[in-house]
Structure formats: structure tokens, C-alpha cells
């Protein structure tokens, strides 16, 4: 591994986040800390089960309640335990409360739709891919077909920052906050719902306490607090309670995968039949699933089915569809690798369609150390250990953002940007690659995000941020130490800048030098204002953000608890800028990836559609004791790339480096996550009366 | 949650008068009263705070026993070097459960009491048997974390960690009213099973508040272990204490059954016999015998096995298998 430094990139740096002290201290303001005076409250009315009709709601005694100026319901019947049927507005958190309270709500309950194996339409049943006959020729040619169906669950989104709106209407013009990875979005919806024009709302998101892909537009939240705004001319304030935030503001959907692999004795993959069904709301889509990926698998016919399920609606949610893809395809290429009694590393190698990748799997075999791998299910004694493997990488092109920089004369540089920082590390990523590049401390810097006011930024979604912004930083620092160097020059009476060099906050010339501040006070007006919508030179060649992977765990064959001991994380991010953020994303994106694969998972009551685990206690999240050392490398490439994609990749090869793991340690595969006790004690058993 | 009164106990006799008075729900620690409220299953109109009553939160050893007031927290159990010492499957217990936060503020009398976890009764949406209801959703739901001894008709498994390892170590539950004084009751014959109260799960009279907890002696040995789905901040799927007291093996479960679960099967095999492998295994299978899983739960029988042999095997000091 080697990195070829130049002076046009920033990286290389171990400074804390930016707003690290407002972070620890608590003075960071996220949208659920507006109170603004007089302000309002409001809340839906939500159903309590699956598939139900209200019957009797005491709607009068609501209304009656002490600071309860409205309650509506807007519709009978529901699909989903959560779903809106009307709103309650009031003076008071309180009030809000205790009119939901009265309403004294009875529902009838049809038999609820909740198991995906269930609803969907069997494999044989299902339309089949154009190129079906194709592939089953393929797999008519094949030394050997591999099969085996996979099942992956429902994962909650469960912000820890809650969806969240606070809005002002203010006649003709409106103020909000609001919990966004798309201010642009949030504020142009709250404009339209409004009657505003954009420009007449100013929107703020400052912090947010996890997006995922769950908080794009202004959702419901943004929605009633404009409505109730508007209505009474006062601010209201709209903010998801945890089992609101657990039922309805989406969730990863849950997957069967049934693949059907032929290949040929000397391990090469050929070609085969891939059915998935993604179990998605009551109505609509969305549950994608993205397989087959990476590897090469040759000629695949895919079929998919959405399967309707009468619980919360699929949202995007980081890497949609790929944790769940990479889960099956890694349990199935370490079944191929036995099949034709190979290495599952060296199989890899073998199928593997990224060259880059390749060197990744042989690096961080090492990293884990590999060679210790036993035999499936050959480890000895009652806790066995076993390694397992996971990859990933992540495409997106270049986008538009736009970027300002401000040199003001006492050296203050302001760097402005509309884009949100979800948690990422954005705010301090940005401001790196400007002041890095401009050869200037962090003192000199103040980076402001988070504010329709400012110059725009793209959504953050399909992690396009830092690669969209990067090169306009580059940019638009590159303009404005020039124009600072030109101050200077035409101070010393050069010809030009050609010769200046800015270096540690001095400006350097053959025989003289300047200190940054004295150089800024040069210019005549209050500052110099860059504004940077383009890439310029800095519009590098992407990497793919290629991932890989490795899990070291320990299975108590005789309790089924799973211990994950280690994950090796090779992560190739392009130009690295920060590290501090990289492995703050790297490691957060494993602990992610491990909750979801041995712990998460949205329970349906079969009777009532009911989530019964709409908290955070009985909805089981990874907590510290059960996060592993995690080894984050930051891949450099021999080339000169772009910043790039880094939110979503890491959190793809999680659940299929885990299972493969699990499977090595214990010798039979587990099909199924959540990866829980009970399962891997039924997999043991199973396997033994099979033996 | 709606609007109630709060008022803050300084005195045992106060508390005890406004509590005997049946308006006033009472709190501790509050982990488990404020949840329940929150999700409005009870809707208190007055919550009586005892936290404050420093004269019950103590670990005292006395000449023919050790107590501790019920005001303890799991954390200071877990701080007690004499605990540790001398009652380690109590100690373990407590020093374990949940998460450092909740275990300094949870206390040994709200562990006692706390409802059960079973995610039907937990929700305001499911009007179970156990609420008034019809049905135990239990029965024919999702019932994989729910009872596989002593169920019916409401499975519900005894939520507390303490309370197997105060059973096992014969412990006592001293209990005041102002109607009635102070009594000391047995802490096996506190907790009651469904089939012969419904609604709650102890023989707590209304006003009737937890004194403190003691054990007669220390045993000989003893261990707790706990089994669990995840290593932080969850509740155990299986656990065991064992002790070994003078006149034998005592085994009691936990998370298992609505009550903590004595094994006599388990005890019957023990009786007063020196700990091998052999026979840690034959306790543990021992301990099984009469399960009777619901549909999703037989896994648990397999835990208790294992629960029970590890556990004999700690107390005996022989080596039990863990990750590191
Ligand atoms: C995430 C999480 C994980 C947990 N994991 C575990 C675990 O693994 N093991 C475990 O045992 N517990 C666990 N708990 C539960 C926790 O230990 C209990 O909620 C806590 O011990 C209750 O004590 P408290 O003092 O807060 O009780 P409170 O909430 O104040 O009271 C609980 C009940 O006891 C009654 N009560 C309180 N004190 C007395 C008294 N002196 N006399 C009579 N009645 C009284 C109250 O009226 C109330 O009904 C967990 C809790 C959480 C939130
Ligand atoms: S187990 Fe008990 S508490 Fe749970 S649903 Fe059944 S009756 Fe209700």
C-alpha cells in the first residue's frame, strides 16, 4: 500500500471533528431543541394494529381535554399498526397526550398480512426472467449447480434523532428547522405546502441524529407542522415519539433470495437463476434486492416480487438492498467453494470482477489471519472459531453542489456550504479540504453547513456528499489563495503570483515572506467572496469505493451465542481527507452491519399486525460489549483519485463476512438472520440428525 | 403519559401512611414505573417517591445473617466486596444485569417487582389475559423469549436477575404495612405463578412495601449464569444460581417460568454431592426434564441445560468454557 502525496489534496489529518466540543458539551442544536414561544403541538392518531377499521373513538372527550384545539380523524380504516388516520393539535406536549388517551380508540382487526414466506407467490409460480431458458441452459452444461435460499429481516430505521419539524409561518415568509438529509428538499416542500415561494422559507438543519435514507423531503412531521402553522398563524412543532419513529418512518425490507448456481469443477461460476422477493407496506414497492453483484456470476436470469406486507413502508436505508444481497451471496460462494473443495478466499480470487479488489482480499486475509482458518465446523473444543469474508464497493458520479469561500481581512476563512451534515463528519471534511489546501490552521477556519441560505449542496443520499462538494472546495480554495497571493505579489511589485508559495499560514516568496493575516489585510474591501459550482481539474477519476472485509468470531456451540471478535475493514475512499471521520464511518457502518445481522428485527404480532417491539429495549440494537475491534484501513490507490463515496459501502459486506464466519465455526450455514441463539442451536441440531 | 402528582417520601412512616392509603403508585428507581406509565399502562394520578429514604439502602452483615435494604442498587451490590466474596451467585447477578446506567439506579426492591417483559403485555395495543383481555397472545404469537415451565395461562417469564440467586441462597423478604407491621417471608414462597394469580406476580398486599432482603448464612459455594442474546443492555434468555448450602445443592432459574424456577429435579441429583463434570451434566439435563416449550422456545430447554451445568461448574470452581 502506498499513497503518492501532492499539494493538491488534503488528507493525512487526525484532527477531531469541528463541532466536536458542541457535540460533547450538548450545545449542538438539533431540531427537537427549537422552542419557539407560543408554539404549538401536534401528533397523529395512529392505528394500533395490521389491517384494521376503527370502530368507536371518543372524539368529543378529546377535544374537551385543556389546551386542545383540534382533533381530527381523517379516515377509518388502516393498513399498518402506525398508519395516520387523523391529527391532534394542542397547546402542550401534555394535551397532546391525554387527548390520545381519551379518544379511547377500538379498532377491528382483519388477519393481518406479516410473514413474507408466506405471501409471496411460490418460486415455481413466479414469471419468468427473458432469459430463462438461456441460463437454465447454462445450468444444463455445468459440472456442478449449487442452490440454497436465504432470508433476511426487517430492519427498523429508528433514528436515534427522531423525525422532527419546527415550523413559523409568518404570512409571507416562513422560518423551519427540521431533522433533513436534503435541506433543498425539506425547505422546497415546506415552501409548496406552505404557498410560499423557496426563497420566502428559511430552513435550518444544523445537526442530525441519523438520516439513513429515512429523511429525505419534509415527510409527515414537516407536513402537519406547516399545515397547523399555517392554519394558526403561530410556530407548531412536530416531533416522532420512539414507537412512532420504530412504526412508521420506514425500515430496511426484509428478503427471501432463492439462487440456483452452476459452475464448473475447477471453481469457475457460470451462470444460474436468482428469485427475490422483497417484503415491502401494504401497497406500493421498494423491495429491491441486489443480486447478483460483485462477483462475476456469468449468465443470471433474476426474477423479483414485492411482496405486500401490512406493516410500516421499506424506505431507503443505507446501501438498500446490498447488506441483505451480500449476506446470501457470501453464504453462497463459501457453499460453491465446498462444493468444488476449494478455499472460499481462493474462490474469490477466482470469481472475483474487480482487480482492485482482488489485492484488498489478500491484504486483509493477512490482517485476520486466514491461515489460522480451520476446516468448517473443524475448530475444537465448545467455542469455535471461524473466519469469514465480505465485500462490497459503491458507484456514483460526479454531481452538482456549489461552495463558497470567504477571505475576510483579518484572515478568517468562511466556508459555506447548504449541504446537511448527517453525522458523517461533512462539516469537518469540507472544511479540511480547503484549509488544507489553502496551508492553513484549523484556527483560521470557520465552516458553516446546514441552512437553505447557503450556497446549495446536494441530498445526502447514495453517499454522493463528499464526492458532489469535494472538488468545488478544491476549487473555490484554489481561487481564493490566488487571489490573495495576487494581493501580495502585486504588494512586492512582481510580475505575478507564480512564484508564492502559501505554506503553514505564511505566504513565501524568493526572498521574502508574509504571515497569511498581514497578507489578507492587502485587500480594500470587507472580503473576498469565491463562489464554486464546478469541478475544475479536481474532477478526478473515481475509485469505486471498494470494501472488503474480514470477521474473526467465536460461537458457544452448546448456547448458540455468537461472539464477534474482530472485522478487518479495507475500505478504499478515494482522496482520504480525514481520518478521524474515515473510521468514525468505517467502524459505525460495522457496528451497523453486526446489529443487523445477529440482533435487529421488526416483530408482527401474526394476529394483529401489531409491531411488538416498537422500543428500543425489546428491538435489539448492538450495545459496547457486543462491538468487536474493528481494524479500519484506509486503501490508498498509486493513482491520483477523488474524494469518494464512503456512507454506504462499508456497511455491505457486515452480514456476509459475519454468516460465513459463523458458518466456518460452526460447520453448518444459518440461512436466516437475525443470527440468534435459537437459530444457530436449531442449524446444530439439524445437523447432527442429519449426520 | 398523563398528568400525575409527584411526591417524595422523606420518612419510612410517611411513605408507609401514604402508600397503606391505596391513592399512590410506588416508585424506586423508577426504570420500571416510568416505562409502564409512559406507555400508559398504568395511569397513576399520584406517584409516591421513595428514593429518597436513605435508611433503606444499605448492606449490613450481621452475626446470623447479611441484609440489604431494598433501596440498594444493583450498582452498590455490585460495588460490595463482602457480596462478591461471600454470596457470589447474588452478586453476579446484580452486578450484571442491564447496563451500568440502569443498574445504578435500579434498586433490589423494584428488581423484585418489576412487570413482566413480555412484549404483548408491554404494549398498550394488546389487551392480553394478563391485562383484562381475552387471549394470551403468547399462546399462538411470538413467543420465542416466553415461559417453558409452569405457563398458563399467561407464559410470562419472571423478569428479575436477582431473584433466582435470593431463592437459591435462601434468602428472606422482609415486608412492612402499616396495617400489618413487619413480616418476613421466605423469598420462594413470594412470587406467584398465573395459574393462581393472574394479575400480579407476588403476594404483595396494596400498601405493602419492601423492607429488605437477607440471607440467613453464606453458603458453601455458589454462581449465577446468565445467558443472553446480546452482552449489553438486554435481559438474559436463560439463567442459573446455584448454591451450595449446608444441607445441599440448592438451583434456581430465571427466565424461564413466571416465577423463579426451583429445580428440584435438579436438586434431586445434587442433593449434597461433590461437583464434577459428570454430575453438572446430569443436574443440567436433569433441570430440563419437565419443560414444556411453546412453539418458538424449545431452544431455551437446551439453555438450561447448559445454564445449569456452567453454573455448578463455577460454584465448584472448575473451568467454564468463555470467548477469551
Ligand atoms: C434495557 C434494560 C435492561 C434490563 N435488563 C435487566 C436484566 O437483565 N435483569 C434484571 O433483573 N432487570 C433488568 N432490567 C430491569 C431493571 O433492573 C428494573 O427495571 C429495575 O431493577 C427496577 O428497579 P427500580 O428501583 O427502578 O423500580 P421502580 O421502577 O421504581 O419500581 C418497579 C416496581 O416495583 C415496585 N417497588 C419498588 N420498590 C419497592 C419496594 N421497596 N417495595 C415494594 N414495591 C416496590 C414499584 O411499585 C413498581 O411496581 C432492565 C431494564 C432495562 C431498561
Ligand atoms: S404471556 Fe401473559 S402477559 Fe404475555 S400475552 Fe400472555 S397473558 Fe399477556
Redesign the pocket.
Known amino acids: 500500500m502506498s499513497y503518492r502525496n501532492d499539494n493538491r489534496v488534503a488528507l493525512e489529518n487526525d484532527e477531531p471533528r469541528l463541532e466536536i466540543r458542541e457535540k460533547v458539551t450538548g450545545s449542538a442544536k438539533y431540531t427537537t431543541d427549537y422552542y419557539l414561544p407560543n408554539m404549538l403541538w401536534a401528533c397523529y392518531i395512529r392505528c394500533d394494529f395490521g389491517d384494521a377499521r376503527l370502530r368507536s373513538a371518543d372524539v368529543e372527550s378529546a377535544r374537551s381535554i385543556h389546551d386542545v384545539l383540534e382533533v381530527e380523524l381523517e379516515k377509518k380504516s388502516a393498513r399498518y399498526h402506525g398508519d395516520r388516520i387523523g391529527y391532534i393539535c394542542a397547546e402542550s406536549r401534555q394535551a397532546l397526550e391525554q387527548a390520545i388517551a381519551a379518544l379511547k380508540m377500538k379498532f377491528a382487526a382483519s388477519w393481518p398480512r406479516t410473514m413474507l414466506e408466506e405471501e409471496r407467490t411460490a418460486l415455481e409460480d413466479l414469471e419468468p426472467a427473458e432469459n430463462d431458458v438461456q441460463a437454465e441452459n447454462v445450468i444444463d452444461t455445468c459440472d456442478l449447480v449449487v442452490q440454497g435460499e436465504f432470508q433476511t429481516q426487517v430492519q427498523t430505521h429508528c433514528c436515534l434523532e427522531p423525525h422532527s419539524c419546527v415550523v413559523h409561518f409568518r404570512g409571507d415568509s416562513a422560518v423551519a428547522y427540521g431533522s433533513t438529509q436534503s435541506n433543498v428538499a425539506f425547505r422546497d416542500d415546506l415552501a409548496r405546502e406552505l404557498g410560499l415561494r423557496p426563497d420566502q422559507v428559511e430552513f435550518h438543519c444544523e445537526h442530525v441524529g441519523g438520516g439513513f435514507g429515512s429523511k429525505f423531503g419534509m415527510d409527515n412531521e414537516g407536513r402537519l407542522a406547516a399545515q397547523i402553522s399555517k392554519k394558526y398563524q403561530r410556530p407548531c412543532r412536530v416531533v416522532c415519539n420512539r414507537k412512532e419513529e420504530m412504526l412508521d418512518t420506514g425500515n430496511r425490507p426484509g428478503s427471501l433470495q432463492h439462487m440456483r448456481i452452476g459452475l464448473t469443477r475447477d471453481g469457475k461460476i457460470r451462470g444460474g437463476k436468482i428469485a427475490t422477493w422483497g417484503s415491502v407496506g401494504p401497497t406500493g414497492g421498494g423491495g429491491g434486492v441486489s443480486n447478483p453483484s460483485r462477483y462475476d456470476f456469468g449468465t443470471i436470469a433474476k426474477v423479483h416480487q414485492d411482496v405486500h406486507i401490512d406493516g410500516g413502508f421499506p424506505r431507503a436505508m443505507r446501501a438498500p438492498g446490498h447488506p441483505q444481497a451480500m449476506f446470501a451471496i457470501e453464504l453462497m460462494m463459501d457453499q460453491m467453494a465446498v462444493e468444488v473443495n476449494m478455499d472460499p478466499l481462493e474462490f474469490r480470487q477466482l470469481n472475483e470482477t474487480s482487480e482492485l479488489r482482488k489485492e484488498m482480499l489478500r491484504v486483509g486475509a493477512e490482517q485476520i489471519g486466514w491461515s489460522e482458518r480451520q476446516p468448517n465446523g473443524l475448530s475444537p473444543g465448545p467455542i469455535k472459531r471461524g473466519f469469514g469474508i465480505g465485500v462490497a464497493d459503491w458507484g456514483n458520479r460526479p454531481g452538482t453542489a456549489a461552495i463558497g469561500v470567504n477571505v475576510y481581512r483579518n484572515g478568517t476563512v468562511e466556508v459555506l456550504s447548504g449541504a446537511q451534515d448527517i453525522g458523517t463528519g461533512y462539516r469537518t471534511m469540507i472544511g479540511d479540504v480547503v484549509r488544507t489546501y489553502m496551508g492553513l490552521p484549523r484556527n483560521a477556519l470557520v465552516v458553516k453547513v446546514g441552512s437553505s441560505d447557503l450556497p446549495p449542496g446536494p441530498a445526502s443520499g447514495g453517499s454522493v456528499t463528499s464526492r458532489f462538494t469535494a472538488p468545488k472546495a478544491f476549487l473555490a480554495a484554489e481561487k481564493a489563495r490566488n487571489r490573495i497571493l495576487e494581493l501580495v505579489a502585486k504588494e512586492w511589485k512582481l510580475n505575478d503570483a507564480s512564484g508564492l508559495n502559501l505554506e503553514d499560514g505564511r505566504i513565501i516568496g524568493q526572498d521574502q515572506s508574509i504571515q497569511w493575516k498581514d497578507a489578507c489585510q492587502l485587500m480594500t474591501g470587507d472580503r473576498i467572496a469565491i463562489l464554486s459550482d464546478e469541478d475544475g481539474a479536481f474532477g478526478k477519476d473515481p475509485t469505486g469505493s471498494e470494501a472488503v472485509q474480514f470477521a474473526e468470531v467465536a460461537v458457544d456451540v452448546e448456547t448458540g451465542i455468537i461472539h464477534v471478535k474482530k472485522i478487518v475493514a479495507l475500505q478504499n475512499v478515494g482522496l482520504p481527507v480525514n481520518r478521524n471521520t474515515i473510521e468514525n464511518q468505517i467502524c459505525g457502518a460495522v457496528i451497523q452491519g453486526l446489529s443487523f445481522c445477529l440482533f435487529e428485527e421488526r416483530v408482527l404480532n401474526n394476529q394483529t399486525g401489531t409491531m411488538v417491539n416498537a422500543n ?2 425489546m428491538y435489539k440494537i448492538a450495545g459496547p460489549v457486543d462491538v468487536p475491534e474493528i481494524v479500519p484501513i484506509i486503501w490508498r490507490e498509486q493513482r491520483e483519485v477523488a474524494v469518494n463515496s464512503l456512507g454506504e459501502p462499508p456497511v455491505v459486506p457486515v452480514p456476509g463476512a459475519i454468516a460465513t464466519a459463523v458458518a466456518n465455526a460452526i460447520g453448518v450455514q444459518v440461512r436466516s438472520m437475525p443470527l440468534t441463539p435459537r437459530k444457530i442451536l436449531t442449524a446444530l441440531s439439524e445437523k447432527e440428525a442429519k449426520s | 403519559m398523563n398528568s400525575f402528582d409527584y411526591h417524595v417520601a422523606e420518612e419510612l412512616s410517611a411513605a408507609l401512611a401514604e402508600y397503606g392509603a391505596g391513592q399512590a ?12 406509565i409512559k406507555e400508559r399502562l398504568i395511569e397513576p394520578e399520584v406517584v409516591l ?3 429518597r429514604l436513605d435508611q ?1 439502602r444499605y448492606i449490613r452483615e450481621e452475626q446470623e445473617a447479611v441484609r440489604i435494604g ?2 440498594t ?2 450498582a452498590d451490590i455490585g460495588r460490595s466486596e463482602l457480596l462478591a466474596r461471600k454470596f457470589n451467585a447474588f452478586h453476579s ?2 452486578a ?4 451500568p446506567q ?2 445504578e ?11 413482566p ?1 413480555c412484549w404483548f403485555f408491554r404494549n398498550r395495543e394488546l389487551h392480553c389475559l394478563k391485562k383484562g383481555g381475552a387471549t394470551c397472545f403468547a399462546v399462538e404469537g411470538e413467543n420465542r423469549y416466553h415461559a417453558i415451565f409452569g405457563g398458563g395461562p399467561c407464559y410470562i417469564v419472571h ?5 433466582p440467586a435470593l431463592i437459591a441462597l435462601d434468602g428472606s423478604i422482609t ?1 412492612a404495612s402499616v396495617e400489618s407491621g413487619n413480616r418476613e417471608v421466605k423469598a420462594e414462597d413470594f412470587f406467584v405463578l398465573p395459574e393462581d394469580s393472574l394479575y400480579a406476580e407476588n403476594i ?1 398486599k396494596e400498601g ?4 429488605e432482603i437477607s440471607f440467613p448464612m453464606a453458603p458453601l459455594r455458589s454462581a449465577t449464569i ?1 445467558l ?1 442474546e446480546k452482552q449489553s ?4 434468555l436463560v ?1 442459573a444460581s446455584v448454591a451450595r448450602l449446608k444441607k445441599g445443592w440448592h438451583v434456581c432459574l ?1 427466565a424461564v417460568a413466571p416465577i423463579p424456577w426451583i429445580s428440584q429435579s435438579a436438586m434431586d441429583v445434587l442433593g449434597n454431592k461433590e461437583i464434577t463434570l459428570e454430575l453438572a451434566t446430569v443436574a443440567g439435563e436433569a433441570a430440563a426434564i419437565d419443560a414444556d416449550p411453546l412453539e418458538e422456545n424449545e431452544y431455551k430447554v437446551q439453555l438450561v441445560k447448559v445454564a445449569v451445568r456452567r453454573a455448578l461448574m463455577a460454584a465448584a470452581g472448575l473451568e467454564v468454557p468463555s470467548w477469551n
Do not use: Y
Open positions: 428500543m429495549d | 403508585t410506588l416508585k424506586a428507581g423508577g426504570m420500571d414505573v416510568l416505562d409502564l417517591s421513595i428514593d433503606l431494598s433501596l442498587t444493583l447477578a446484580a450484571h444485569a442491564a447496563t440502569i443498574r439506579r435500579a434498586t433490589v426492591g423494584g428488581n423484585l417487582c418489576q412487570r417483559r423478569p428479575s436477575n436477582i431473584a415486608i404483595l405493602e412495601i419492601i423492607l446468565e443472553r443492555f438486554d435481559w438474559p439463567l430465571g
